[in-house]
């Protein structure tokens, strides 16, 4: 194994730890990131696969295939990021508006 291959298998593993610690509450996220990182070190213990899978969809290197798979896979958590996203502001909105009017019924209450 080189070095580069050691380097990369460390910072993916981070990645995968630091996603199911802090971001994954989601079964399909879940399962993307698995997928990616099974692809992922797949193509950095064997990178001649990245070469063969990526002649055999057409691409010229491999590592212009990793470069595309990346790009697609950012894509995917950026969208499962932005949905957690919404659902927090809507559960935020509807905690406030309960707090609203719990305060508005105490202040007429008081009256």
Not at 33 to 62: D, H, K, Q
Not at 78 to 104: D, H, N, P
Request: with cysteine; net charge positive.
């Amino acid at each position: 194994m080189i070095i580069i291959q050691g380097i990369l298998f460390i910072l993916l593993l981070t990645a995968i730890a630091i996603y199911f610690r802090y971001f994954s509450h989601q079964i399909i996220g879940r399962i993307i990131v698995l997928a990616m990182g099974c692809v992922l070190f797949i193509f950095i213990l064997f990178p001649p696969t990245a070469n063969y899978v990526a002649w055999s969809l057409g691409i010229g290197r491999g590592v212009d295939l990793i470069f595309y798979l990346a790009h697609a896979f950012m894509l995917i958590i950026v969208g499962l990021l932005y949905i957690k996203l919404k659902e927090q502001q809507s559960i935020l909105t509807e905690l406030i508006r309960k707090i609203a009017i719990e305060f508005s019924r105490q202040k007429t209450d008081g009256k």
